[in-house]
């Protein structure tokens, strides 16, 4: 079954650059905050658990400028201008380095361009043929919970960050969040990633309140209100909903509506099945410190029973076609098209499209509200923000300068890295208004009303969110506004860290790892069936079946595997808060 970047795309057109809190993913996901007054720390010292860099490191053999833990390092070799080329693993990403004004400045202030490369189809297939060339671009960004990552790390094929910054950056350690560090530290002691939009125990302390998550029930406003708000919490309510909404509104312009909305269906499932539904149920995923997570919902009688709700909307003519078939490129259009009456779905996957409705019609956007519930209708428990964040970046060990690449690291990930990718420009994006730093009026209102023209023209705003921080921009994030606040309201309060659950999956070549391939495999095939079951008895046949093959391919030594790693994980959190 998907990881969901908390989680696993965070995220595309992203958590917070395109909603002003934002993911990854996860999974899955990576998630968003809305603002704050609060600013986060700005520096981190660093822990004994974590990577430190130990005696006077040594001057860098590619670049002139000592390395000095007092100072930035990218600042003695500004005047020098490099190229980096930088892979993005998400096909979606449609910006380009050094056509805006907050790239560009960037570039002036540090020296360094940017050539982004993005796969043109499938994204899998490209990092794979990368990795098994053995030649990978100087960065390297994609998903924590991808199995590249361990590849890569395990292959020699990216560069330690720890090792990098005593020899090139001791700055680095200044910057850089322990937390994260010893939470991203290898069997080997070393440091391969750092991660985007992530969130220790110590940040939900800080700033949990203000958390949100990624995770949505969703309906159109105006066709809720016209069937007089129904319950949708009950399997009864959400089946009577769905045909209300198909009888009433035939159609959307000419097209048929759509009454359901899911994430697509993928090689490994669909999110909107899995860790979506199974938290809107509010479903642990351990139970007495056993793992009950996505690998074990189908043994959730809670879970299976609302999988047997789709099965019935299916048979009853109320799960339209498309949503077995469409990508999100098609999926986004019909979303424009407010053609979906109800959607389980990411909120920042939709911020675009949200816009282009509110435009047109306040009324015809898309609002979050109670969904399916379990039997007792606990308020469900999304997940929010994690560790792991929503991606990682490394270093590849075929950089053209390591020297300039790790100090470049620790620009963006200091205050004042953010501050830039966050704000941008002084003068050109924002300003110094009533004594605050913040976004100028017409900025501000562009980048609320479309943010395509907004990332094209001002750039800042974490159009490059590569390692933006979620917690740190806080103290310059403008209040969010409707379409988006709606949605982002709805979530607080129901918002928890499932930061334990994160990289606890065996490496991809491990005899645990080929069994976890064959599962999701067979998971990705048995979610449709089990949809398209023309009774009752045909979906339990079905997951019996699966639940057999499951069990030959050797989910029991998976799973202890897995369980193991979560312990570990429940360990390192708590001994964070010390």
């Not at 400045?105 to 098994?132: D, H, L, Q, S, W």
Request: net charge negative; hydrophobic share 35%; charged share 25%.
């Amino acid at each position: 079954m998907n990881k969901r970047v908390s989680n696993k795309t965070i995220a595309s057109t992203l958590l917070l650059a395109l909603t002003f809190s934002l993911s990854a993913c996860a999974g899955g996901n990576n998630e968003s905050q809305s603002s704050s007054s609060a600013p986060a720390s700005s520096s981190a010292s660093p822990s004994a658990s974590a990577p430190s860099a130990s005696g006077t490191a040594s001057a860098s053999a590619e670049s002139e400028g000592v390395a000095s833990s007092d100072a930035p390092g990218w600042q003695a070799d500004a005047a020098k201008p490099i190229t980096f080329d930088w892979y993005l693993n998400f096909s979606w990403f449609p910006n380009k380095w050094g056509v805006d004004p907050t790239s560009q400045y960037v570039t002036k202030k540090t020296g360094v361009n940017i050539n982004f490369i993005v796969p043109a189809g499938n994204e899998n297939e490209k990092m794979n043929t990368m990795i098994a060339s053995g030649k990978l671009p100087d960065f390297i960004t994609l998903g924590w919970y991808e199995d590249a990552v361990k590849k890569m790390q395990e292959g020699g094929l990216v560069l330690p960050l720890n090792e990098l910054a005593k020899e090139y950056d001791p700055y680095f350690f200044k910057v850089a969040d322990p937390a994260k560090l010893s939470w991203y530290t290898q069997p080997d002691g070393n440091v391969y990633g750092y991660p985007n939009a992530s969130s220790s125990p110590k940040d939900y302390e800080m700033y949990g309140t203000n958390f949100t998550s990624n995770q949505t029930f969703l309906v159109r406003k105006d066709m809720y209100e016209a069937l007089g708000k129904p319950d949708m919490r009950t399997p009864e309510g959400f089946l009577a909903a769905l045909k209300a909404a198909k009888e009433k509104f035939k159609d959307v312009n000419g097209q048929p509506l759509i009454p359901l909305g899911l994430h697509e269906f993928t090689p490994t499932g669909n999110y909107s099945l899995e860790d979506y539904l199974a938290d809107f149920l509010a479903i642990p995923r351990d139970i007495d410190g056993k793992l009950n997570d996505k690998y074990a919902l189908v043994d959730n009688e809670e879970y299976v029973k609302w999988l047997k709700v789709f099965r019935q909307a299916n048979q009853d003519g109320l799960l339209a076609k498309d949503i077995f078939i469409d990508k999100r490129t098609q999926m986004e259009e019909k979303i424009a098209q407010g053609r979906y009456f109800a959607m389980i779905y990411q909120r920042s996957d939709l911020a675009a499209q949200e816009n282009v409705l509110y435009a047109k019609d306040p009324n015809s956007v898309y609002i979050a509200v109670d969904g399916p519930a379990n039997a007792n209708q606990d308020p469900p428990k999304l997940a929010g923000p994690s560790i792991s964040g929503w991606t990682v970046t490394l270093i590849s060990k075929d950089v053209k300068d390591k020297a300039r690449a790790i100090k470049f690291l620790s620009y963006l990930i200091s205050e004042e890295g953010q501050k830039d990718l966050y704000l941008g420009e002084k003068g050109v994006s924002y300003d110094t208004i009533d004594g605050k730093d913040q976004f100028k009026p017409e900025a501000l209102q562009l980048m609320q009303s479309d943010r395509t023209s907004f990332d094209k023209k001002y750039g800042s705003s974490y159009t490059f969110w590569m390692l933006m921080d979620t917690n740190m921009n806080l103290q310059w994030a403008p209040p969010s506004v409707e379409p988006a606040k709606q949605m982002e309201d709805w979530t607080r309060g129901k918002t928890v860290s499932y930061s334990q659950y994160d990289l606890i999956d065996p490496p991809a070549t491990s005899p645990e790892g080929i069994t976890k391939t064959k599962i999701d495999t067979l998971w990705s095939k048995a979610l449709p069936k089990l949809l398209l079951s023309k009774s009752d008895a045909e979906f339990d046949k079905v997951l019996q079946q699966f639940k057999d093959d499951r069990a030959k391919a050797g989910y029991d030594a998976m799973q202890a595997f897995r369980q193991k790693k979560f312990e570990e994980n429940v360990k390192k959190l708590a001994d964070f808060m010390k």
